[in-house]
């Protein structure tokens, strides 16, 4: 395990001569690891060439931006809809994907190590995804790659696009970011996603409130970020006190394989679902987000809801991967 | 399990304005999901579009009708001939695909419903096609998607294409349907094949021969809908009475999984072989058809028989899926 | 099992009064079944392709020279580098890879024969590229198949697109193979890499170096082969004697899997490893080379010393296999 904060500031694949901070805004050549990598800035510009993705597949399906870059969608962990939406990505912008998601079954059996396999698919690909189930990897992979290499969630560590994908679609659906109250609730304790998230809209002038069971509340180191960010924050138990005031209510799923217990699994998972009744107390003109997969936490009479966003969520990853992918390589 | 006979008459993705029963003959924006979908005029526009696809393909590989579009090709149980062939299909469309068959181990498995599943790659892609073992599941996930949905089989329900592909071979290699003697042969019981094949020639003019041991016989309900669509039909327990007379000889496996009791599959897997012998007496200019794989029920001998159309049928199943896929995106 | 010296002359999906031979060097329509296939001159052929599908990947990419065209890719067993390498070569070549890794649960298991598998998949495909863990498998399925296959490795077999690029790799790092010093180490008995690999230089004026175990020793018959090319060969215990006389010091790791008795395996595994102390007396324009994975056998330490080939090796596996590709479907 590595400390993920330390991120590699060399541009890969870039001729030395090139000014390559200011290609892309400065993404050409370089990892997408964790969240911390982005300041407002970073994050405008990807939520504007987003925003060119998204027109372009309106209108044509594609862009060929990446005619000729091939893409190792590598996948050491199952996840339909993260690797699905890489390579509808990729090939999206005109690009060929070649996905690797049997690992487990693969050389990976015969003992390689993690740095040989990424070497080893970038003789033939330009940039790897990678999704890995252990903690740091994604940082111990980009160490020794010399392409771009995208972390696609790495164990309880990070799952930067996952985290893009949500503040750009309520950058996109709300029109801002700043004077917003964002609730997270569900699984605050063992849910990268709400993490990332967190850190994300602490950029913002937003009002957070972290509704959770006492044994899932944010982590304390969560906490402290967000109030090192100079932002005040509200935990509580239940959002019904403050369902009719927030612009977004972002739910996470209370996963049964986190728990060590399942009798403490038990205990929470009810408690946190949202239902017609509940969205009739929210503001008409809020939205629910979910980073899916859902098993009972929304009820699907909800789906039909213009407030529902968790499938303009999935179509805006598309978008954000989109930017992404042709940002490292230098073509946004 | 809900009705596979309703079928949805909604034409997605199309602007509400547009007159869609008027485009591709009516498939714009439908999906596939039963052989019912389908009378003699559907059927001819379609043999024809498949004929405009294998010439293409024989003089260019390729077609460029679907370039920029992306297909979702969902198999929740393995189909290696199957999932290929819709593969080839979309790729010589010009089209890409996104092969999602690792569902045992996906999001699946941590309890995703169908439709979820369904709608989210449909956020990234432009239509469906879905291979799932319970009966009914193709009709659900369509009743969900918001784009066309294409039916690679369901349990003992429907296969669509694949009883496409079958009475597009007849078509194609004899030229004709109407005045045909077709004989199905092996487990009439069990093959959803030769359940859909019988259907869609009894929109014909066809004499239908039904030659299975008694344990394996046609069902009532399908023998019912032939005696309803004003044919009739003969049963028998052994083809040598007819073999000289019929244009086409449609033979299944007797498959393993099928039987309870593995003793009843010993007893009548060896009854319905196909060899140089019983070929010596059948017409010169009729056809052995087979859906494949095929494992003891055809000797190898008889692959280089003229008349042995199985592996046309594997072509023919690319030219129709082609079809299929052009005709429901409104680019027949 | 078949004898895998008999090599099919005929040339496949070429219209009969085609003067085959003298179309891309006599690949047109060819099987690659065998390194004992290619002579000097069809080498050089191959070497002379290899280049020039480097300059258009470094240029541009790709090449245009199978749009249109499909691949099935099909692995009986895993192997990611194999199959990833053929995959890229298809994409960058301008065509289409569709494939089939999961054929350990696909029709196989309902009983297909592997002639009937390659037979349906090139109804959709224009040439197939197989993996199989049984040897001869690949001159079995080419007899029956109507299209090009490529050994991608069958069993103990032969993988002769691994011989190709290794013996490319050392003409490309130093320019030549004639007069050259070859030193193979390790598993030398269970490895077909190396064995294949003999037998390319024993087309040339190369001196060989046998570096292993006694129980590890290069077998009788490609030791008599080398004996009737014309060719000396030393066979030794250890290295160093001649670690720097050697231009080529080819290290195969020693596999586990190739043991009945683990205690074989750990007596020997430790004794041929290559780190920065060994290379120290090694000269300094010799080139170290690997088929990867690898695992203990070559230090990381020495990744960065640049007479480490092994990172290129892959990526010339790719270049040879576009070669190969497009010479076979007449398009080189």
Do not use: W
Request: glycine fraction near 8%.
């Amino acid at each position: 395990m590595i400390a993920t904060d330390v991120i590699s500031g060399q541009v890969k694949g870039a001729p030395s001569a090139l000014p390559a901070d200011h290609i892309g805004n400065g993404f050409f050549g370089q990892d997408i690891l964790s969240v911390r990598q982005f300041d407002r800035e970073k994050l405008d510009y990807i939520y504007r060439v987003a925003d060119e993705m998204r027109s372009l597949v309106k209108r044509f399906g594609k862009a060929n931006l990446l005619d000729g870059k091939i893409l190792a969608n590598l996948f050491y962990e199952p996840s339909t809809r993260t690797s699905s939406s890489f390579q509808a990505a990729m090939l999206r912008l005109g690009g060929r994907s070649i996905s690797i998601n049997e690992v487990h079954y693969s050389s990976v059996t015969k003992g390689e190590s993690l740095p040989d396999t990424v070497r080893t698919l970038e003789s033939y690909c330009d940039l790897t995804v990678l999704r890995h189930p252990v903690t740091g990897s994604a940082e111990l992979a980009a160490r020794y790659a010399r392409k771009p290499l995208i972390n696609a969630g790495d164990g309880t560590g990070e799952h930067p696009t996952q985290a893009l994908l949500d503040i750009y679609t309520v950058e996109n659906d709300l029109g801002r970011l700043d004077g917003l109250k964002v609730a997270m609730m569900g699984d605050l304790k063992y849910g990268r996603t709400v993490h990332s998230l967190t850190r994300l809209l602490s950029l913002y002038e937003t009002e957070l409130y972290f509704v959770s069971p006492e044994i899932l509340r944010m982590p304390d180191e969560i906490l402290g970020e967000v109030r090192a960010s100079g932002h005040n924050y509200t935990e509580l138990r239940d959002v019904d006190e403050i369902i009719g005031e927030i612009d977004v209510l972002y739910i996470t799923r209370v996963q049964k394989e986190r728990f060590e217990d399942p009798a403490q699994y038990d205990e929470v998972k009810g408690c946190y679902v949202v239902d017609p009744a509940l969205m009739a107390h929210a503001k008409s003109d809020m939205i629910l987000m979910h980073p899916l997969p859902r098993v009972y936490e929304i009820a699907m009479e909800v789906d039909d809801d213009p407030r529902a966003a968790y499938f303009r969520q999935m179509e805006n990853g598309m978008y954000i991967r989109m930017a992404l992918l042709a940002a490292v390589l230098g073509k946004a």
